[in-house]
């Protein structure tokens, strides 16, 4: 279990265990609990979204919702989706890149991709019907950090070393394996429709961390965030989508 706590640690502020230190191995074994953390998120976020959708207009329901993600998170992803979004949009060399993306500074690209990031959300969440609301917020984080561990595994690391560096390292194909049957499991509970929506969305991160790395010669830890938070709102787009044609379609 030490990979599991160790992973929920890292990807949450969830503090079941008292302990600091953990070994590489131990992030390498939580790799294939990615889905699982993410179903654990999103229990909080729809339990949350449940109360305040019944004592407040949906305009502060919205709000709220993106305020308990960062909570629960202490927005980790978002940290990687910036400077990500930094390096890729400075049109440099690679090297270049990779140097910007490890520069603790923020700059302007990162700033508007993160405004823009965040106003496609809470419009999505205040738009969202709320009967359709509670089951994507179960899905999207799992989705989220599908994608991560999809990233960790398949693609190689462009860096000597990084924190990013121990989960590619001691992940197998055996942990890829676990968690996409996680992962499944979780789509199918939402029938057909979790399935599309799974099917795209993979398809979509997998097309994003294959033009990262063909870029950079391979993701970073920076990387696995950006992917996760883009994912994140594609599911949510592609859920939408695909449960509103099925109403059309059944009438």
């Known amino acids: 279990m030490r990979g599991f ?3 929920l640690q ?3 502020r969830m503090r079941v265990v ?6 590489d191995e131990d992030f390498g074994a939580s790799v294939k609990f990615f889905p699982l953390y ?3 998120i999103g229990i909080f976020l729809a339990g949350g979204y449940y109360i305040f959708n019944l004592i407040l207009p949906p305009l502060i329901t919205a709000a709220l919702i993106i305020l308990l993600e ?3 998170t202490g927005g980790i992803h978002l940290d990687g989706f910036m400077d990500t979004m930094d390096g890729l949009f400075s049109g440099r060399s690679p090297e270049r890149i990779l140097e ?4 603790s500074r923020v700059g302007a690209h990162s700033v508007i991709a993160l405004g823009l990031l965040y ?6 969440y205040y738009e969202y019907p709320s009967e359709m609301m509670l089951s994507a917020l179960f899905f999207m984080p799992a989705m989220g950090r599908w994608a991560m ?13 990084g924190m990013g560096k121990s989960f590619h390292q001691y992940a197998g194909k055996k942990a890829f394996i676990i968690g996409t049957l996680m992962i499944l499991i979780i789509a199918g509970f939402f029938k057909w429709i979790g399935i599309v929506t799974f099917m795209i969305a993979a398809a979509f991160a997998y097309l994003f961390c294959r033009k990262v790395a063909l870029q950079l010669g391979g993701l970073t830890g920076d990387v696995y965030g950006a992917v996760t938070e883009l994912t994140q709102v594609v599911t949510l787009l592609v859920f939408y989508v695909v449960s509103m044609w099925g109403w059309v379609m059944l009438f």
């Open 10 to 12: 890292f990807l949450t």
């Open 70 to 72: 960062v909570v629960i």
């Open 38 to 40: 993410g179903l654990l």
């Open 100 to 103: 910007i993306m490890k520069d």
């Open 119 to 124: 106003l496609l959300k809470f419009s999505i």
């Open 18 to 23: 008292q302990q600091t230190s953990w070994a």
């Open 149 to 161: 561990l999809m990233g960790i595994i398949v693609f190689p690391y462009a860096r000597l070393e």
């Open 5 to 7: 706590w160790a992973g």
